[in-house]
């Protein structure tokens, strides 16, 4: 979640309202900041809930590791102000994923016992969790359904209609085996559908990347699947 709410839901209004006030409740839980290297974790999977962090600005991926060894990679974020560990700390869990920087960056260290307080003194404050982590799980939940319904094929080519949305939530990587773990499959099979996808000229590899080669094109292959 970030920290400015979003502009539709519910409780805009309310949220809009009290953004400013929302803002300085969780700075003022802060107890410090530090720095992180790319590569270096900011939440272990499977680790107890020290802190919540925001991160002001940087790249961050999340992903999970299953018992099997296998991986899913939910995606890199853009963070502007984004809070992590909100769910651990209200279900008061270890961390369900490990998310690591992906650059150098300064993250805000958040006291879970002043939280606790401040959101007792003003549980009003609560309705900025609530509609942050309902607008996450809806999101979540359709990428979840879309990866277990769907064929791979379907995935790759929504996804990058997806990408073309100005600030699309999560972005790809730009390495195959990582990109394999976003789709919750392994790299030769993630090569195999790209190549399908590329044989039917509904995308191509450019310098940065998959690209879509006709978007309406596109578009009716993906109406085939409904």
């Known amino acids: 979640m970030r920290i400015k709410p979003s502009?539709?839901?519910r409780f805009k209004a309310l949220l809009n309202n009290k953004s400013t006030a929302f803002r300085e409740l969780i700075y003022q839980c802060q107890v410090g900041s530090c720095y992180f290297n790319a590569g270096q974790a900011i939440l272990t999977q499977g680790q107890p809930l020290e802190h919540i962090y925001v991160v002001p600005a940087g790249r961050v991926s999340m992903s999970i590791l299953a018992v099997n060894g296998r991986r899913f990679q939910l995606g890199e974020a853009n963070c502007d102000d984004h809070i992590f560990g909100e769910m651990e700390f209200f279900?008061?869990?270890?961390?369900?994923?490990?998310?690591m920087?992906?650059?150098?960056?300064?993250?805000?260290?958040?006291?879970?016992?002043?939280?606790?307080?401040?959101?007792?003194?003003?549980?009003e404050m609560l309705f900025f969790f609530a509609s942050a982590l309902a607008d996450d799980y809806q999101d979540?939940?359709?990428i979840y359904t879309n990866r277990l319904l769907h064929p791979i094929t379907y995935n790759i080519a929504y996804d990058l209609l997806m990408q073309q949305q100005e600030n699309p939530p999560l972005c790809g990587f730009n390495?195959?085996?990582q990109e394999a773990e976003r789709f919750g499959t392994s790299g030769?099979?993630?090569r195999r559908a790209v190549k399908a996808l590329m044989d039917k000229e509904l995308i191509r590899k450019g310098e940065s990347g998959l690209e879509i080669v006709d978007e309406q094109t596109l578009k009716?292959?993906?109406?085939?699947y409904e």
């Not at 279900?91 to 998310?99: A, D, K, L, N, R």
């Not at 650059?103 to 549980?123: A, F, G, N, W, Y």
């Not at 009716?220 to 085939?224: C, I, K, N, S, W």
Request: charged share 25%; glycine share 2%.
């Open 175 to 177: 390495k195959v085996n």
């Open 91 to 99: 279900t008061e869990t270890p961390c369900q994923w490990s998310v």
């Open 188 to 190: 030769r099979v993630y």
């Open 101 to 123: 920087a992906d650059e150098q960056m300064q993250v805000d260290i958040i006291c879970i016992k002043k939280l606790t307080e401040r959101l007792h003194q003003q549980p």
């Open 220 to 224: 009716a292959f993906l109406d085939t």
């Open 140 to 142: 979540s939940l359709d």
């Open 7 to 9: 502009p539709t839901g």
